[in-house]
Nanobody
Framework: QVQLVESGGGLVQAGGSLRLSCAAS????????MGWFRQAPGKEREFVAG????????YYAGSVKGRFTISRDNAKNTVYLQMNSLKPDDTAVYYC?????????????????WGQGTQVTVSS
């Protein structure tokens, strides 16, 4: 049974930083692409960042490029999202997701398993 557990969310002031973690179990983690998505109230779930199986390829939404960094530790079955220079517009529930296959994708439809999400709130 695949399980994805996110942690690290919280309340932070604009300009601050947070590091999200997603621990995976029940799957061959090192063989799959991973992604982070977010969903703000009243909005569609949107792609934030993705990382290929080895960590050698990463992808970012334009709105977070240069501020967020995705990484993974295959020995720990964990993917991370380092978020710097946070803005109020970054406020959302953040989800990690697994895409079967070596490469990550940028569309939510490409992903097969999802975590429950962690709330990130950025105050102005």
């Amino acid at each position: 049974q695949v399980q994805l557990v996110e942690s690290g969310g919280g309340l932070v002031q604009a300009g601050g930083s947070l590091r999200l973690s997603c621990a995976a179990s029940g799957l061959p983690f090192s063989s799959y692409g991973m992604g982070w998505f977010r969903q703000a109230p009243g909005k569609e779930r949107e792609f934030v960042a993705g990382i290929n199986w080895s960590g050698g390829g990463t992808y970012y939404a334009g709105s977070v490029k240069g501020r967020f960094t995705i990484s993974r530790d295959n020995a720990k079955n964990t993917v991370y999202l380092q978020m710097n220079s946070l803005k109020p517009d970054d406020t959302a529930v953040y989800y990690c997701a697994v895409k079967r296959g070596l490469r990550a994708g940028t569309s939510r439809n490409e992903y097969d398993y999802w975590g429950q999400g962690t709330q990130v709130t950025v105050s102005s």
